[in-house]
């Protein structure tokens, strides 16, 4: 006789895959992480309040478990911000339908996706649920495509929040339509090619001087450090030729492997070469091991700065006081200062309003007048400014969410304005009385929509998407970690870089020449 065996399960409707709990849910499950204990019972809470209202269900899709602190610091910054962009869609629209928020964990590094992706199908297919959009993804993997790839051919519209590669993106055409491998994709994030040309805006001749400069990069598979260092290669240099590009090979995303020994040779060939301007394509872990192996080289006090994607983000946190001290030297000046393309930074719209403040008032002998404001500096700032509110009034109503938000690296800012663009969609699709709800298509179709007069005024920036749901001209916020001169290391925007090397147009209007550049 055969025995049904039923999966080992972690709570109702996760199942447990070796040490993982895998699945959907979004009546206050954390997957066996404490550090999204509170905001997991807090989005609960919310679905609970909307209960008995026109709703749809959105799933924030992300890895959810982890074994290192630093990351499941991050998880909880992503899934604050999911949280808070809820609670934004929800009230700050003030109209029909409402979000359900679902959490979604597809285990490390995507490996279980296609079971989630199984149970968000039915999901969108189910008239209790209706599924309405997944966002989240946050790293350029093989199985994050295939899920994305999966969900866009049954329809479900999904919004990536966080992936930088080049692979998952419809590609733009020159004559303003679009090759959508993968249809009702939209991005809120540069592209590393996107990113690359506007770390190349924002550091003009330096970054472009070829004998200075050097390309090391991981040869591992992975769609998010081969892409950046395909966009690095394409920055067009100038002068006399430096080294040639300088690979490594990680063995994971996530494991250190041999890299620490590649990169002692790797920073002796750089201290030869002549080079003081590194470009590294990798991942945030193999980064701070190089940036430490670089400190270390004696190279008659050569001072290198390392330029990276929007995954050194996370970087800082990684951080020790003893990094931060080989970094400095030991005669406390800085010897690395590593600088990367953020996708956000808390500090970037009050800075840079400051600064054109000060050059209009030196141009026009007079202070400027509200009108007189940049709209790509005064809309983002204050969207900025709402989100502060919304982090206050839920403390003010007692709501925890555990630690933060910590802004700084950027996570809760993206996933929020995520959430923020869903939330934009689902209300301009819907037709008819309060009770009907927009199908799938209809969201998917609002993406391109999204610019102009119905532009989204991100925390990250002006979010307009082009006919392939590519964020136009997206600017990066340009980010240092300078070791400073003692204590611990310090996070400092350092401006504003434009893929297309001038700011958004006003009212985000996406010319039409702009696909040829």
Not at 165 to 172: P, T
Not at 268 to 284: E, K, L, W
């Amino acid at each position: 006789m055969s025995v049904l065996k039923t999966p080992d399960t972690c709570t109702d409707g996760i199942e447990r895959i070796g040490d993982e709990c895998v699945g959907v849910n979004g009546e206050g499950y954390d997957f066996g992480t404490p550090e999204i204990a509170a905001v997991a019972r807090a989005i609960a809470r919310e679905n609970k309040r909307i209960d008995g209202r026109p709703h749809v269900t959105v799933a924030v899709m992300l890895p959810l478990q982890s074994d290192r602190t630093a990351l499941r610091r991050q998880m909880r910054s992503d899934v604050q911000g999911a949280y808070l962009g809820q609670r934004q869609a929800n009230e700050g629209e003030g109209e029909p339908p409402k979000i359900r928020l679902v959490l979604a964990n597809p285990g490390r590094d995507y490996r279980h996706q296609g079971k989630v992706v199984d149970t968000l199908l039915r999901m969108a297919d189910s008239s209790r649920d209706r599924l309405r959009a997944v966002t989240g993804f946050n790293l350029s993997l093989d199985e994050t495509e295939k899920a994305v790839a999966r969900l866009t051919r049954h329809k479900v519209p999904v919004l990536a929040s966080r992936i930088s590669g080049d692979r998952l993106a419809n590609k733009d055409r020159p004559d303003g339509t679009a090759e959508p491998r993968f249809p009702g994709l939209a991005r809120i994030i540069p592209t590393n090619h996107d990113a690359a040309r506007a770390l190349a805006d924002f550091n003009g001749e330096r970054g472009r001087e070829n004998r200075r400069t050097v390309l090391v990069y991981d040869k591992r598979a992975d769609g998010y450090s081969q892409s950046l260092a395909r966009a690095f290669s394409g920055i067009e240099e100038k002068g006399p030729p430096g080294p040639a590009a300088m690979p490594f090979e990680s063995p994971a995303i996530h494991e250190a492997g041999s890299t620490g020994n590649q990169f002692t040779q790797t920073a002796n060939n750089i201290c030869d070469s002549g080079a003081d301007t590194v470009y590294f394509a990798g991942r945030t872990l193999h980064l701070r091991i190089f940036a430490l192996k670089l400190a270390q080289v004696d190279c008659a006090n050569r001072h290198y700065t390392l330029i990276s994607g929007s995954d050194a983000a996370s970087l800082r946190q990684d951080m020790s006081a003893k990094d931060w001290a080989h970094l400095r030297g030991e005669d406390g000046r800085a010897k690395v200062t590593v600088q990367y393309a953020a996708p956000a930074h808390p500090d970037a719209w009050r800075t840079e309003l400051a600064d054109w403040r000060r050059e209009w008032k030196a141009d026009h002998d007079r202070s400027p007048a509200e009108e007189d404001l940049p709209q790509y500096l005064t809309e983002p700032k204050a969207a900025l400014d709402t989100l502060r509110k919304r982090i206050e009034t839920t403390r003010g109503e007692g709501i925890r969410l555990g630690s933060g938000p910590n802004l700084e690296d950027s996570r809760t800012m993206l996933v929020y304005d995520g959430l923020v663009t869903i939330g934009k969609a689902l209300h301009q699709a819907q037709k008819g009385g309060a009770e009907a709800v927009p199908s799938r298509e209809d969201v998917g179709r609002q993406w391109s929509l999204l610019q102009s007069r119905h532009r989204v005024r991100g925390t990250s920036g002006l979010i307009c998407l082009t006919s392939g749901g590519n964020a136009y001209d997206k600017p990066a916020a340009v980010v240092e970690l300078d070791p400073g001169q003692r204590g611990r290391g310090k996070l400092k925007f350092v401006g504003l870089g434009w893929p297309t090397g001038r700011e958004q147009p006003k009212n985000c209007v996406i010319p039409g020449r702009s696909f040829q550049e």
